[in-house]
């Protein structure tokens, strides 16, 4: 089955403890990006790949660290976390040239 | 999730109704636009789309109007199930696979 894999899906931790997200695809897409969604606020971006070792950052970054060291993974870094990265974070990707996104089930992330 | 749904406008529908959904969107060389629906607990996934060139798009039960002078775009749902129940959002394409999205609208449709 096609999709777009999140790991962990919730997850609660304490400030300045470094945590990854994973992500995951199996659909060889080129295009990776993480989102964060937060009430009234909608989705925004964290960070984008357009393919492997390369990567760009979108509105929200500070805080945040990526890499794709291969085509499939995109795993999402908070080195030092902090209450104001608590939200519910999202990844996706798509195939070079397409504009359609596919979306993981997201990463409720709680720091307290 | 449910969270989401905090602070976002509401359109509530009776099952078999039409439902419409607005938005405006803000970058006029904008040239290719979303529709997403996020159920509660899953992440968005692909309705339809609209390049800039079009006026209408229609898809299976729904119609996405495209009004560039104005810069609004709509989703029509025909005969709205309970199943259509979510959050929608309109995204716009500013670059490759670079999208702004909307805040979202939560439709409500009761049996």
């Known amino acids: 089955e096609a999709q777009v894999t999140q790991n962990p899906r919730y997850l609660i931790t304490v400030t300045g403890k470094k945590l990854t997200v994973t992500c995951s695809q199996n659909m060889n897409h080129e295009y990776m990006s993480w989102y964060r969604q937060d009430p009234g606020l909608g989705l925004r971006q964290i960070y984008y790949?357009?393919?492997?070792?390369?990567?760009d950052k979108g509105d929200v970054p500070e805080g945040y660290k990526v890499s794709r060291k291969e085509k499939r993974n995109f795993p999402l870094i908070l080195e030092s976390p902090s209450p104001n990265q608590t939200s519910l974070y999202f990844c996706a990707s798509s195939l070079q040239g397409r504009r359609e996104l596919f979306f993981g089930e997201g990463s409720r992330l709680t720091v307290l | 999730g449910e969270s989401v749904g905090l602070h976002l406008p509401t359109l509530s529908v009776q099952e078999g109704d039409n439902s419409i959904i607005n938005c405006a969107y803000s970058n006029s060389a904008s040239d290719y636009f979303i529709w997403y629906k996020q159920e509660s607990g899953k992440g968005p996934q692909f309705i339809i789309d609209?390049?800039?060139?079009?006026d209408k798009r229609q898809g299976q039960r729904v119609t996405v109007l495209l009004n560039k002078t104005v810069k609004h775009l709509s989703l029509q749902i025909a005969a709205t199930q309970p199943g259509d129940s979510a959050v929608y959002f309109c995204?716009?394409?500013?670059?490759?696979?670079?999208?702004?999205f909307g805040k979202g609208t939560m439709l409500l449709v009761s049996p």
């Open positions: 995204a716009e394409n500013r670059g490759y696979s670079t999208l702004t």
């Open positions: 609209i390049r800039s060139n079009m």
């Open positions: 790949s357009m393919n492997v070792e390369v990567t």
